[in-house]
């Protein structure tokens, strides 16, 4: 395999199609959790497909039928599921688009695929052969409180609705979220929860700070030793603002995972080092999320953990025997 200081190089000429896989409710915050993929890696060679598109009925005609869009019936996983086998061979697609603005679908769009492909929604892991072909997969699962204020947030802001409109629909959707959404966290290789912060509410919904937990399967393989500590140093001397971390063991889905527990907010100095760590383990860079003299939330610890389980995921695959120009 080339140097890893190419690996941006390597992932823009391999024909492998990298596949992200992001599950979870409506408005709990999935795009949040891939920001430092796509803010690495660019957009020549990040692209998202929201699993929205491929809802079988529009707004009105699932109002006729009483269901909502988490029953399995209500989305054509055939298509989606045809669509990411044509994308991971590098082929383009005509990706249908559902228009959350009238509930309607717009006529099909041309879409090609870049090398690292990100698929959201609530049903990525639904069937055996959407997971065989997704790479590596994330589950967001945030407090149901914390998902109800994003919900209203957003789809008053974003949508137009009203916030009894809001509420009303999460009531509604609510039994077909346990019966089909939540399970899907028993095929996870990591898992997000997200509480209010232990510091207040004050500040979750004032300066983004929340209870960030992220579970983990243990890593099969990793590209060598590697340092990702957290230099108390900074912390001692530098920080002025709360800030904790937790390690324990949780079942998730049956499952005993690895559960790294952040709140609060981290300097600039702390949060460098770490990035350097990473930058120095994978040899992706600039990896540069936090601004000198900033804090970067507990949200964002969290997302740059990700990130390097994500690339010491490609890097495993580039580096296998005869996969993706392995040797």
Request: with cysteine; hydrophobic share 35%.
């Amino acid at each position: 395999m080339p140097p890893s200081s190419d690996f941006k190089r390597v992932i823009a000429e391999s024909p492998y199609v990298f596949i992200i896989g992001v599950a979870g409710d409506s408005g709990s915050g999935k795009t949040t959790f891939t920001r430092a993929i796509r803010a690495i890696f660019g957009k020549d060679l990040v692209s998202t497909i929201t699993i929205d598109d491929y809802h079988r009925y529009d707004r009105q005609e699932r109002k006729e039928l009483g269901i909502t869009p988490l029953v399995p019936e209500a989305n054509r996983f055939d298509l989606l599921e045809e669509h990411l086998e044509d994308l991971k061979a590098g082929k383009s697609i005509q990706k249908p688009v559902y228009n959350h603005d009238n509930g309607k679908f717009d006529p099909p769009v041309p879409f090609s695929p870049t090398k690292i492909l990100i698929v959201e929604g609530l049903h990525p892991f639904i069937t055996e052969k959407l997971r065989d072909l997704i790479d590596f997969k994330l589950y967001v699962d945030p407090d149901p409180g914390v998902k109800r204020a994003w919900k209203i947030k957003r789809d008053v802001e974003q949508r137009g609705y009203s916030p009894e409109a809001v509420i009303a629909e999460m009531e509604e959707r609510k039994p077909d979220y346990e019966r089909y959404v939540a399970p899907q966290r028993g095929f996870a290789d990591a898992v997000i929860r997200i509480g209010f912060s232990k510091y207040g509410r004050e500040a979750s919904e004032n300066r983004n700070v929340y209870h960030v937990t992220l579970c983990q399967n243990e890593i099969d393989r990793s590209i060598r030793n590697v340092d990702l500590s957290i230099d108390l140093f900074p912390i001692f001397s530098l920080a002025q603002r709360d800030f904790m971390v937790e390690f324990t063991t949780e079942d998730v889905e049956g499952r005993a995972m690895g559960a790294l527990t952040f709140d609060g907010e981290l300097n600039y100095t702390v949060v460098r080092k770490l990035e350097r760590n990473i930058e120095i383990q994978t040899q992706v860079q600039p990896i540069n999320l936090v601004k000198n003299g900033a804090y970067l939330t507990a949200g964002g610890i969290a997302q740059l953990i990700l990130a390097w389980r994500i690339i010491n995921r490609r890097i495993a695959i580039e580096s296998a025997p005869g996969v993706a120009g392995g040797e």
